[in-house]
């Protein structure tokens, strides 16, 4: 990243939102355990809809489905781990990648998760998460992850969202509810912490 | 002995707290001391710690930073010392 582009990140970690943002900036492991393509909708305080589309790889050797394990995997790096690392950054006054120096974003707990439709390769899904809880670099979140209708334009779908709709799921019945999750609950760790927990 | 009085106080607001705990056994509260450990002693989820400090600020009326919850230790003794330290930087700002 260039100066130039750092900056520019800068002002949208400081002012804006994670619309247009590619999740590379914020989700700092490597491309393979990166399950989250793009975000469409985010207000910071609220919650964020994004999407992620599994790869061949990703339903290897499992009947050519996505595994509920994944998908819990993808919704909380849609929503805990890209929402908290957006909110933490001005409270730092830095950039994610000055966060990975100090912290590992780690699980808490995981609520209720009940799955009530599947996922294949070539599917495209939505994970919906909004925050319940935010405090001391944990966060809760509650959420949908729903299959997205073929060829819709999700950014230009989502371009007029509002926190009362992210709150009543309301969307197209066009989407299929896959997921839904509750309490889902992680924690950016002081890397010296995490160390000692082994 | 003031110290102790004031460790006395803060211990049995504490266990009011935890007796609004859902995820603790009131059972476990009989015989609290400040070397109980929420994690061993008292089977807390890791999780509950947290809410747990917040519920703590409520009761006390007082505000921990993020580095005092990564700072807080899991037996009673800390949470009080914490609670101490925290009301002392309140009283000095």
């Known amino acids: 990243m260039t100066e130039e582009e750092r900056a520019g990140y800068f002002d949208i970690i400081q002012h804006g939102n994670l619309v247009g943002v590619d999740p590379a900036n914020l989700l700092l492991h490597g491309p393979t355990k990166r399950l989250v393509n793009n975000y469409h909708w985010h207000s910071p305080n609220k919650g964020i809809v994004a999407s ?19 998908q819990v995997e993808a919704f ?53 998460g909004n925050i319940t809880f935010w405090k001391w670099r944990q966060m809760v979140c509650d959420g949908r992850i729903y299959r997205v209708p073929k060829g819709l334009d999700l950014d230009d779908y989502f371009k007029d969202f509002t926190d009362e709709r992210l709150l009543n799921y309301d969307i197209s019945s066009d989407f299929v509810k896959v997921a839904e999750l509750h309490d889902i609950t992680g924690r950016a760790i002081l890397i010296e912490h995490f160390n000692k927990l082994a | 002995m003031e110290n102790a009085n004031e460790r006395k106080e803060i211990l049995d607001g504490l266990i009011e707290v935890l007796r609004t705990v859902r995820t603790i056994d009131p059972a476990r509260l009989e015989g609290v001391t400040e070397e109980t450990d929420f994690l061993t002693d008292m089977n807390t ?49």
């Open chain 1, 52 to 70: 992620y589309s599994p790869t061949e790889r990703d339903v290897e050797d499992h009947f050519n489905v996505f595994r509920g394990v994944d």
């Open chain 1, 76 to 128: 909380a790096q849609a929503t805990i781990v890209s929402c908290a690392t957006f909110l933490q950054c001005p409270k730092q006054n830095c950039l994610p990648d000055v966060l990975r120096d100090s912290f590992v974003p780690a699980f808490i707990s995981i609520g209720n998760v009940n799955f009530q439709n599947y996922l294949e390769f070539g599917d495209t899904f939505i994970s919906i």
């Open chain 2, 45 to 93: 989820p890791s999780t509950e710690l947290i809410n747990i400090a917040a519920k703590v600020e409520q009761k006390f009326d007082i505000e921990f930073e993020d580095e005092d919850i990564d700072r807080m230790g899991s037996k009673v003794k800390d949470v009080i010392d914490l609670i101490i330290m925290v009301k002392e930087r309140g009283a000095n700002n």
